[in-house]
């Protein structure tokens, strides 16, 4: 009966070595998720700009005030709105905006705001496609408006690796 059960589990792993030999050697894909890598190259950094007007952002208090049958309250709403803007990358580093910078010019081609972005932690996002996982990571950073902007902005996000991404803003 030992001898049995001993022979049944080099078989085994026998078996099971040659299978993921040939899987290797022929190129077929394992179904193990550590096989499934998607190349660094195949997403870059990228960065999305949405601007929030003064005039939906009260609006939207209006609605919120007449479900909650309250007066509205506009205190909480910027004079001139404000931007998001949401960074993706392929690692956490890259997503923490504290080493992106943000530049923003009006139509005229004045500089209306310079900073850095915020250094909160990114939120992570596996996704499965097809035959691979991609992890991306994204971060958000608002930027309220000072003055009455004129349309329409220009937007410019500089990554850590000084690879500018340029974001035309146009009014809604």
């Known amino acids: 009966m030992k ?8 078989a085994i792993v026998v078996f099971t070595s040659c299978a993921g030999l040939m899987a290797h050697s022929t190129g077929m894909t394992q179904e193990d998720p550590a096989y499934r890598i998607v ?12 601007i929030v007007g003064t005039e939906y952002l009260k609006e939207r208090e209006n609605k919120k ?13 910027p004079d001139f709105g404000y931007i998001t803007i949401k960074i993706t990358a392929w690692t956490a580093d890259m997503a923490n905006a504290k080493d992106w910078l943000f530049i923003i010019h009006d139509a005229n081609q004045n500089e209306i705001h310079r900073s ?10 596996i996704s499965d496609v097809g035959e691979h996982y ?3 990571w994204s971060n958000y950073n608002i930027i309220l408006l000072k003055n009455e902007p004129v349309y329409p ?3 410019r996000v500089v990554s ?10 146009k009014k809604r």
Do not use: C, H, Q
């Open 116 to 125: 850095s972005g915020t250094g909160s932690f990114p939120k992570g996002k």
């Open 134 to 136: 991609i992890s991306s």
């Open 65 to 77: 005030a007449e479900a909650e049958m309250r007066e509205p309250n506009y205190k909480s709403i």
């Open 3 to 10: 001898k049995l059960l001993i022979v049944a589990a080099v």
């Open 160 to 169: 850590p690796d000084s690879t500018p991404i340029d974001i035309t803003i």
């Open 153 to 155: 902005l220009y937007l």
């Open 39 to 50: 190349p660094k190259n195949a997403m870059e950094n990228r960065a999305v700009a949405t």
